[in-house]
T-cell receptor, first 116, second 112 residues
Framework: GAVVSQHPSWVICKSGTSVKIECRSL??????MFWYRQFPKQSLMLMAT?????????EQGVEKDKFLINHASLTLSTLTVTSAHPEDSSFYIC????????????FGPGTRLLVL | GESVGLHLPTLSVQEGDNSIINCAYS??????FIWYKQESGKGPQFIID?????DKRQGQRVTVLLNKTVKHLSLQIAATQPGDSAVYFC???????????FGSGTRLLVRP
């Protein structure tokens, strides 16, 4: 089956620093990738939709200048949390889908971010 | 917006019993629904899906029921096993953006 990886799996950083999270589709080309954030005991909240070669589309309330998304190739999307603060600590999950009309999203294992 | 809850409802079942997890979805125009299983510290895992032109779909030990009249989705797990313990989310796709809108989730605990 289709595999999506994320790196790193967990990261601890100091407040004010930036953190980059990678999402890769390992055995298929992902025309679209999605980034989610999940706080403890809560559901997944969609942050943004990333299409290869174009600007990401952000959900309402998500700061695009804080959460920079780059989808430079059909197998890689990156999420950079800029000037991270403790309230950005969360579980970040990406998903990828292979075709423009495909509904199936394959999820990565998630990245846990802790900002001190 | 998406539903967010501070506390996950919990369903506790005896090993071997059947489990039924319920979900209310938000958009009557949604035409595709998925159930995901999420274990602690991991990403969601696809379980089963159903389209709006169906009211029931069966998989291995799992059945999804869709009631469009009341916008209700359920997941039935037969002969629940300890490995089924996880948080279960329903999700809907409501338009051609293919964005997934997740429900608030239910924690399933299987007692040995």
């Amino acid at each position: 089956g289709a595999v999506v990886s994320q790196h790193p799996s967990w990261v601890i950083c100091k407040s004010g620093t930036s953190v980059k999270i990678e999402c890769r589709s390992l055995d298929f080309q992902a025309t679209t990738m999605f980034w989610y954030r999940q706080f403890p005991k809560q559901s997944l909240m969609l942050m943004a939709t990333s299409n290869e070669g174009s600007k990401a589309t952000y959900e309402q309330g998500v700061e695009k200048d804080k959460f920079l998304i780059n989808h430079a190739s059909l197998t890689l999307s990156t999420l950079t949390v800029t000037s991270a603060h403790p309230e950005d600590s969360s579980f970040y999950i990406c998903s990828a889908k292979s075709g423009r009309k495909s509904e199936t999203q394959y999820f990565g294992p998630g990245t846990r971010l802790l900002v001190l | 917006g998406e539903s967010v809850g501070l506390h996950l409802p919990t369903l506790s079942v005896q090993e071997g019993d059947n489990s039924i997890i319920n979900c209310a979805y938000s958009n009557s125009a949604s035409d595709y629904f998925i159930w995901y299983k999420q274990e602690s510290g991991k990403g969601p895992q696809f379980i089963i899906d159903i389209r709006s032109n169906m009211d029931k779909r069966q998989g291995q030990r799992v059945t999804v029921l869709l009631n469009k009249t009341v916008k209700h989705l359920s997941l039935q797990i037969a002969a629940t096993q300890p490995g089924d313990s996880a948080v279960y989310f329903c999700a809907e796709i409501k338009d051609s953006s293919y964005k997934l809108i997740f429900g608030s989730g239910t924690r399933l605990l299987v007692r040995p």
